[in-house]
């Protein structure tokens, strides 16, 4: 009777493993900037003195690996067919600091990581409130605040593009994600050595 139950348990564990879901495996893994596909500069942006740039926070949802669709009635849905190769927020966090740097300029004030652990004259501290893909568009809002590490003052900027398409959200609305979130990301860039010379003259605390 023992061997019975043994021969039993295999067969029995096996169609316990058959019914389990298959993982989904997204047709593309997708990525704001890389090594040869930085982003566009609308301008030259140097900054006064050096930054600290923080990975933005915000809702769980938006800062994960997950490209995010949003229905007519606000509905919020993953898309099965594409994702982020790492989470958005590291990726928004990589872009800024991309954008900002000065690759080969010496005297260029440093840019980099708040997890780096070093003190920077200045920090930046933000936060993603929508990175959506809708029927016809997709949208990136932006916000945050730039302070003087030493003195306490602080600045505050926001930033909202919204990027029209034509096409299935699976590509064409994730190709306008992309291109809006790149956007975004410039048009702080743009403003950070403005904001951050109306702090320079203020007197420390």
């Known amino acids: 009777m023992s061997a019975k139950r043994y021969l039993l348990l295999p067969i029995i564990l096996a169609g316990c493993v058959s019914v389990l879901p298959e993982p ?14 930085q982003i566009a500069a609308s301008e030259t942006v140097s900054l006064p003195a050096s930054l600290a740039v923080f990975e933005p926070s915000g809702s769980d949802l938006l ?18 067919s594409a994702e982020w190769s ?14 900002l740097s000065s690759p080969g300029d010496v005297d ?14 200045y920090e930046l501290q933000w936060e993603i409130r929508d990175l959506v893909i809708r029927d016809d568009e997709a949208v990136v809002s932006l916000r945050g605040l730039v302070s003087q590490f030493r003195s306490g003052e602080v600045r505050s900027f926001e930033v909202t593009v919204r990027e029209s398409y034509i096409g299935e959200p699976g590509v064409e609305g994730v190709k306008a994600l992309i291109k809006g979130a790149r956007e975004a990301v410039d048009g702080i860039a743009v403003q950070l050595p403005d904001l951050m010379n109306s ?7």
């Open 24 to 37: 989904v495996v997204p047709d593309g893994l997708y990525r704001l900037t890389s090594a040869t596909n």
């Open 63 to 80: 800062l994960g690996r997950s490209l995010v669709f949003e229905e007519a009635d606000g509905a919020l849905k993953l898309l099965s």
């Open 86 to 99: 790492e989470a958005a927020s590291r990726q928004f966090q990589s872009a800024m600091i991309d954008r």
């Open 108 to 121: 260029s004030p440093a840019v980099f990581s708040d997890r780096f652990g070093a003190v920077a004259k």
């Open 199 to 205: 702090m320079q003259d203020q007197p420390e605390r």
